[in-house]
């Protein structure tokens, strides 16, 4: 019997013209591992990312390959035990001629005979694919589901301004203020619903000469009346700054989705510092985003191992987060020409967004 023969015959996996077919176009590294942990099929990715050659890693047992002390063999259990797809990022994989420090892997039982098939992504080609996407993308991964939450929405949300109505007239004068933030909010709120269809496109909303510190200023009053109530929101604001371009209600969005995050970040005993400043230093496609606004808060940090996916949609490291704050801020910076960026250590988050200043009418 040949070596090929043998090897085949260690457990039954479905050979066929088609899968191979499909196994050689695929650009990730693919690994066919059967129930006793031994590699059953590879694709040509596979080879090249591990530099052996198919009839090197066939047959061979994982743990021989990438060691028992590794991440990768607990992945696979897990996958194997759970029945579903199983991720991991920054997992640190090496073979005998070759060592990815940074691996994305992907893991999930196929069959009742515990074959799992392992896919296998170099963490540094995806991150250079992302800084050449950019984030960019992030809008227009939302323009789908905007559609259908801009529907949702509006019915709700009608209601919900109608009952604030109804209830400042009961309210005594000093509470009245309260109950007309929720109708300036509904009303806000209803404006980003009529124009969420348009996520994606960089052309919506009117643009005009905003206010940084008036937007700062609401979303600090709105975020102490809800996300942030009981937590201290402090401001080191540059009173000499000019107005941004920019639509006002978009903006209002922005900051008020970093305070929600850095109001769970730092819990009821944190605070959130608001600052406005000058930085000449940014620039975006040749242009000047001079004017930075940083949202800070005293939390325990964020993990380094998420913060490459950060801005992605979904992507969130609560066990109750939808992953729609950070991607929403990230497009909405990207519409108004600017950019953002977040420095993270134990005790100090802070997202810097960098904004340009509004143009200038010429002179009659």
């Known amino acids: 019997m040949t070596r090929a023969a043998a090897l085949l015959a260690l457990a039954p996996w479905p050979q066929t013209p088609g899968v191979d077919a ?7 590294a693919v690994l066919v591992i059967d129930g006793a942990d031994r590699i059953r099929q590879v694709n040509p990715a596979a080879e090249q990312m591990l530099a052996l050659s198919a009839g090197l890693l066939v047959g061979l047992g994982l743990a021989d390959l990438v060691g028992d002390d590794g991440a990768l063999l607990p992945l696979i259990k897990r996958a194997r035990h759970d029945g579903g797809v199983v991720t991991a990022y920054d997992v640190p ?12 892997v992907r893991a999930v039982r196929v069959d009742d005979a515990g074959h799992v098939v392992v896919v296998l992504r170099e963490r540094e080609g995806a991150r250079r694919l992302g800084e050449l996407i950019g984030r960019d993308s992030a809008g227009r991964s939302l323009a789908g589901l905007a559609a259908m939450l801009a529907h949702e929405v509006r019915n709700p949300l009608s209601g919900i301004r109608g009952a604030a109505q109804l209830v400042a007239a009961d309210l005594p004068e000093g509470q009245r203020g309260l109950a007309a933030l929720i109708v300036a909010e509904a009303d806000r709120i ?16 009117p643009r005009g000469p905003v206010n940084i510190h008036e937007v700062l200023d609401h979303v600090r009053r709105v975020a102490v009346a809800g996300v942030a109530k009981g937590i201290a929101i402090r401001d080191a604001f540059d009173p000499s700054l000019p107005p941004v371009q920019g639509n ?16 769970e970040a730092c819990g009821p005993k944190g605070t959130i510092t608001l600052r406005t400043g000058f930085d000449h230093g940014w620039r975006r496609d040749g242009v000047a985003m001079p004017i930075v606004v940083t949202v800070e808060d005293d939390g325990p940090g964020i993990p380094e191992s998420v913060r490459p996916r950060l801005f992605e949609t979904f ?21 108004h020409g600017g950019a953002v960026e977040v420095d993270s250590r134990p005790g100090r988050t802070a997202f810097c967004v960098a904004l340009r200043a509004a143009r200038e009418e010429p002179a009659p």
């Open 248 to 263: 006002r209600d978009r903006l209002v969005q922005l900051f008020l989705n970093l305070v929600k995050n850095a109001a």
């Open 190 to 205: 209803r404006a980003l619903v009529d124009s969420m269809e348009a996520i994606g496109d960089p052309a919506f909303g």
């Open 315 to 335: 992507a969130t490291t609560r066990r109750t987060g939808r992953g729609l704050g950070l991607a929403i801020v990230a497009a909405i910076a990207t519409d």
């Open 22 to 28: 499909v196994m050689a176009v695929v650009p990730d």
């Open 93 to 104: 994989v090496r073979s005998p001629r070759a060592e990815l420090s940074e691996t994305d």
